[in-house]
């Protein structure tokens, strides 16, 4: 370094006059070159978002309509998502081949609508005696959840992301109460999934209904009970006018797992930042959804019993332990459909194992705690 000084400092006044000059040009031209080659723009995207869910539906068919604004607000509007809710553009169960197909792009739903294609697709809402909305997460972040949702989703072309959660849902309506798994024979109730399996097991008629034809339903004698959701998409839908019995915990669904569905072609033709921006939408999603339920349940909970004259009932154990012994008849036979199913299964129960000795050793000893403490009940 110190002979490069020197020889430079030998250097005629001319020759370095010329360095100089060459130097300052070279820079200009650098920067000139940057000013004149703008940024190339990315394309403008489109998409049609269908849904299983009825337009305006609180939680449920807000929650997708605003994931599909949102997409649009975090591009400046370069991705502009058409939002179609059930029988817009096709009904509420074809959503699924809808995407698969490709003649949409997008569909939020949830996927154990789509057991009939595949059981392990119940896994990836809600399963029997599964996972609370913070293990879903778990599982599906950091526990090998995602891999295998994507190796189930690739084989039809397809693939999910969380996008929404309702958290614990209760039991369901029913017009009679439920002292013994005796109660549940012959009885004709909603419940799709692998929950619904579950009540088959213990002599029920398990129905699988859209959202928007159970109302119609329950009150015309179709159908005897039904689940929902919880007490604020309950009240919405006006169960308590035909049934009123409305019984917690529900078994089938702790944690039910809302997904944006998407046609794989279609995603991976996407730029990587498009991808990225998509699953952070859905990941937002998520979030918001959650906290809505969370915040909304236990107001419209109060309305329903305090107003609406609803007898708010819990399964006794008895009615409990007869759902955990149909619960595990439905998992063996899931098992038996695939090594899929049976890897998914084995997974499932790993991580319900590991990661809900945590939360039985922090959240529930807490919560209970604390509510006797403060006198919440």
């Known amino acids: 370094m110190i002979k490069e000084k020197k020889s430079l400092k030998g250097k005629s006044p001319s020759r370095r006059k010329f360095f100089k000059a060459a130097a300052a040009t070279g820079v200009?031209?650098?920067?000139?070159?940057?000013?004149?080659?703008?940024?190339?723009?990315?394309?403008?995207?489109?998409?049609?978002?269908?849904a299983t869910w009825p337009r305006d539906f609180p939680g449920l068919g807000t929650g997708a309509q605003r994931l599909a604004k949102r997409l649009s607000d975090m591009s400046d509007g370069r991705i502009q998502v058409t939002y179609y809710a059930a029988n817009e553009r096709v009904k509420a169960f074809d959503s699924f081949d809808e995407v698969a197909s490709g003649n949409s792009q997008m569909y939020h739903g949830a996927d154990y609508y789509w057991v009939k294609k595949h059981p392990a697709f119940g896994y990836f809402t809600a399963s029997p005696f599964g996972f609370t909305y913070s293990e879903i997460n778990a599982w599906i972040h950091h526990g090998g959840g995602q891999e295998l949702w994507d190796e189930l989703t690739d084989d039809f072309g397809t693939q999910s992301f969380i996008a929404g959660n309702t958290g614990v849902q209760m039991g369901g309506w029913f017009n009679k109460k439920i002292r013994s798994a005796n109660d549940l024979k012959g009885l004709k109730m909603r419940m799709p999934g692998l929950g619904g399996q579950v009540l088959g097991k213990l002599g029920g008629s398990p129905i699988s209904l859209p959202g928007?034809?159970?109302?119609?339903?329950?009150?015309?004698?179709?159908?005897?009970?039904?689940e929902w959701v919880g007490p604020w998409n309950d009240e919405a839908m006006k169960f308590h006018e035909a049934a009123k019995y409305y019984y917690y915990p529900g078994m089938h669904e702790p944690g039910s797992m809302l997904a944006c569905g998407v046609n794989k072609s279609w995603f991976t033709s996407l730029t990587k930042s498009d991808q990225t921006l998509i699953k952070t939408a859905c990941a937002w999603a998520d979030e918001i959804t959650m906290a809505e339920y969370n915040a909304k349940n236990g107001a419209a909970l109060a309305r329903l019993v305090n107003e609406n004259g609803v007898k708010l009932e819990k399964f006794n154990d008895k009615v409990y332990d007869a759902f955990a012994k149909g619960a595990q008849e439905v998992y063996d036979e899931v098992q038996q459909h695939s090594d899929l199913a049976a890897r998914t299964h084995k997974a499932f129960v790993k991580a319900r194992k590991e990661i809900g000795s945590w939360t039985n050793l922090s959240d529930s000893p807490y919560i209970s705690q604390r509510n006797r403490a403060l006198g919440i009940s």
């Open 28 to 50: 200009a031209a650098v920067a000139a070159s940057s000013l004149a080659a703008p940024a190339v723009a990315q394309e403008r995207v489109e998409a049609a978002m269908v």
């Open 212 to 226: 928007g034809q159970i109302y119609e339903n329950l009150v015309s004698g179709a159908i005897d009970a039904t």
